[in-house]
């Protein structure tokens, strides 16, 4: 028995004396080497609102600008020449008494034919003038114009030739003419002949 506790004692102090030859500064196998966490990122700076950083006046919105009108067109441009409305019956009274049973183009050969008196500087001016003088048309009776039947059709077509002859948009089919007369009658006169439309022989 006593060699057992001497042998135990001898085992101490013979581990004692193994352990004083090591480094007595603790070991620090156990300790991991974890990542130092980042710092959080400071915060951006919040602007700060004053009185003195909005405008007193806000700009105000740019009115619409109001659409450039197209420049006027001149209405009478284009317009068809204002016909007088009394030498228009004239003209159409004639049309009318001489020629209504004529085919168009010989209704409107009479109407020019007035027409050009009044250019040719040898009789009157005017529409009227020319058929109301005197020995020219034998349905003027002391230079008074008969009233023609203003309601049947003969009527109206003679009023749309005088309009044509008048505004300048009809045929030039009695060229230059001043006289007409029906075919067997015997003018008295030595004249040029320039046309010979329906019953009708016009010259010049």
């Not at 004053?50 to 001149?74: G, K, M, N, R, Y």
């Not at 002391?142 to 203003?150: Q, V, Y």
């Not at 109206?156 to 001043?178: C, F, P, T, W, Y």
Request: aromatic share 8%; charged share 15%.
């Amino acid at each position: 028995m006593k060699f057992s506790n001497r042998a135990g004692g001898f085992a101490a102090a013979m581990l004692l004396l193994l352990l004083g030859t090591f480094n007595p500064t603790p070991s620090r196998a156990w300790a991991l080497d974890l990542p130092t966490a980042a710092a959080p990122a400071p915060a951006a700076p919040v602007e700060t609102i004053t009185p003195t950083s909005i405008p007193a006046v806000l700009p105000a919105p740019e009115a619409p600008q109001a659409p450039v009108a197209a420049p006027a067109e001149d209405e009478d441009a284009d317009a068809a020449p204002a016909i007088d409305t009394a030498e228009q019956n004239c003209l159409a009274t004639a049309v009318y008494f001489e020629a209504k049973g004529e085919p168009t183009r010989g209704q409107v050969a009479v109407a020019q034919v007035i027409m050009n008196r009044i250019r040719s500087g040898r009789f009157p001016t005017s529409v009227c003038g020319v058929v109301r003088q005197r020995g020219q048309f034998s349905f003027v009776r002391g230079g008074h114009i008969p009233a023609a039947p203003h309601g049947s059709a003969a009527w109206q077509k003679a009023m749309s030739i005088a309009r044509k002859v008048l505004d300048g948009s009809a045929e030039r089919v009695a060229h230059n003419a001043l006289f007409f007369h029906a075919r067997g009658v015997s003018a008295g006169w030595h004249a040029t002949q320039v046309a010979q439309i329906g019953n009708h022989l016009f010259y010049r």
